[in-house]
């Protein structure tokens, strides 16, 4: 199915990289959108990684048509700067710029590292405390509950 959603060579490779390395497919959570789907780690289900096909200027690239993305997590309050200071690395699209970054994937990040920024990203998201709504859902042992901030 992703090879009917997604056409660049690189989105490919990412999705069969992630595969291999954490066993996990893409879940396409929104029928409206049917090309954007996440990665959640199975640990505590955050997202680590998302992957959209978008047009150019909604990421501020002054061009026409449409771009298949990846955004991942970087450190907190830090995601910002490091994009303004990459190459062809944007602030998260649709996510908080603080703590995500985007990358099209046209070949123009190597794909080394783009697998760096998706393992960095799948840590990070393992070491997330739980949000305060997440510890409201019903059934929830309250001993998770240490620690949240």
């Known amino acids: ?3 009917q959603i997604y056409k660049w060579q690189q989105t490919r490779n990412v999705i069969a990289y992630v595969k291999e ?10 029928p409206r959108f049917d090309a954007n789907a996440i990665w959640r780690n199975k ?14 200027d909604k990421i501020g690239i002054e061009q026409e048509g449409e771009l298949e993305i990846l955004d991942v997590r970087f450190e907190k309050g830090q995601a910002r700067e490091f994009a303004q ?4 690395i944007y602030p ?5 710029k603080n703590n995500w970054i985007t990358i099209v994937l046209d070949g123009s990040v190597d794909m ?13 998201s393992i070491e997330s405390q739980p949000s305060w709504w997440e510890l409201a859902k ?12």
């Open 138 to 149: 019903p059934g929830l042992d309250l001993d998770q509950a240490e620690g949240c901030s």
């Open 85 to 88: 200071s990459s190459e062809n």
């Open 21 to 30: 390395k954490y066993g996990d497919e893409l879940e396409f959570l929104w």
């Open 43 to 56: 640990v505590n289900r955050k997202w680590y990684g998302l992957v959209m096909i978008v047009l150019a």
């Open 112 to 124: 080394q590292q783009i697998r760096i920024l998706i393992d960095r990203s799948y840590r990070i």
């Open 1 to 3: 199915m992703n090879e």
């Open 92 to 96: 998260g699209y649709h996510m908080n």
